[in-house]
C-alpha cells in the first residue's frame, strides 16, 4: 500500500537522505519519496510486512516530528 506522512524538520537533502535511509531499514519497504520543501513523505510498502504506525515511529526515533496522513 502507500501512505503519505507529513515529516517536520527536515532542512536539507542530508536530512531527506537520513529519513530516506531509516525507513529503507524496515522490512517490507518498497518505496521511499521525500518532498522536502512540501515536509512530506510518500512510502510504498507490503502491508504484511510493516504499518504505517511503524514507519512513523522510526521517523520520530530518526529525530523528525512525523504524523500519518
Ligand atoms: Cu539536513
Known amino acids: 500500500m502507500k501512505q503519505n506522512f507529513s ?5 536539507c537533502n542530508h536530512c531527506v537522505a537520513k529519513v530516506e ?3 529503507n531499514q524496515l522490512p517490507g ?4 519519496k521525500i518532498n522536502l520543501k ?3 513523505g510518500t512510502v ?3 502491508e504484511t510486512q ?6 512513523a515511529a522510526k521517523v520520530t ?5 512525523t504524523e500519518v496522513m
Open 7 to 11: 515529516i517536520n524538520g527536515m532542512s
Open 21 to 23: 535511509e531509516s525507513i
Open 29 to 32: 519497504i518498497q518505496k521511499v
Open 38 to 40: 512540501k515536509e512530506t
Open 44 to 46: 510504498k510498502f507490503d
Open 50 to 55: 510493516v504499518n504505517a504506525q511503524q514507519i
Open 61 to 65: 526515533e530518526t529525530g523528525y516530528a
